[in-house]
């Protein structure tokens, strides 16, 4: 059985910082890129951001590029997404996913492993 558990969401002001954080378990998480996604109330879910199976491949949603930084840790079996400059408009649930492949993609139907999700609440 696959776990992802996400943690670090919470309240903050506008242009400050969170990192949030995804705990994987019962699978070889190294052998898999992962992602964050994000719903906010009464919209769709969105990519967020991916990083692939080694690392070394980053991909990132114009709304966040260059104020979110995802990374991992295999040794740890966790990856992280680090949000700077916050927005109001990032509040939503972040959740991460585990993807079916080595590589990243930006459609969430690539993953099948999915977090419970954490909230992000920026305040104005």
């Known amino acids: 059985q696959v776990q992802l558990v996400e943690s670090g969401g919470g309240l903050v002001q506008a242009g400050g910082s969170l990192r949030l954080s995804c705990a994987a378990a019962?699978?070889?998480?190294?052998?898999?890129?992962m992602g964050w996604f994000r719903q906010a109330p009464g919209k769709e879910r969105e990519f967020v951001a991916a990083?692939?199976?080694?690392?070394?491949?980053?991909y990132y949603a114009d709304s966040v590029k260059g104020r979110f930084t995802i990374s991992r840790d295999d040794a740890k079996n966790t990856v992280y997404l680090q949000m700077n400059s916050l927005k109001p408009e990032d509040t939503a649930v972040y959740s991460c996913?585990?993807?079916?492949?080595?590589?990243?993609?930006?459609?969430?139907?690539?993953?099948?492993?999915w977090g419970q999700g954490t909230q992000v609440t920026v305040s104005a």
């Open positions: 996913a585990s993807d079916r492949t080595r590589t990243l993609h930006i459609h969430s139907a690539f993953y099948d492993y």
């Open positions: 019962g699978r070889t998480f190294s052998s898999y890129a």
């Open positions: 990083i692939s199976w080694s690392g070394g491949n980053t």
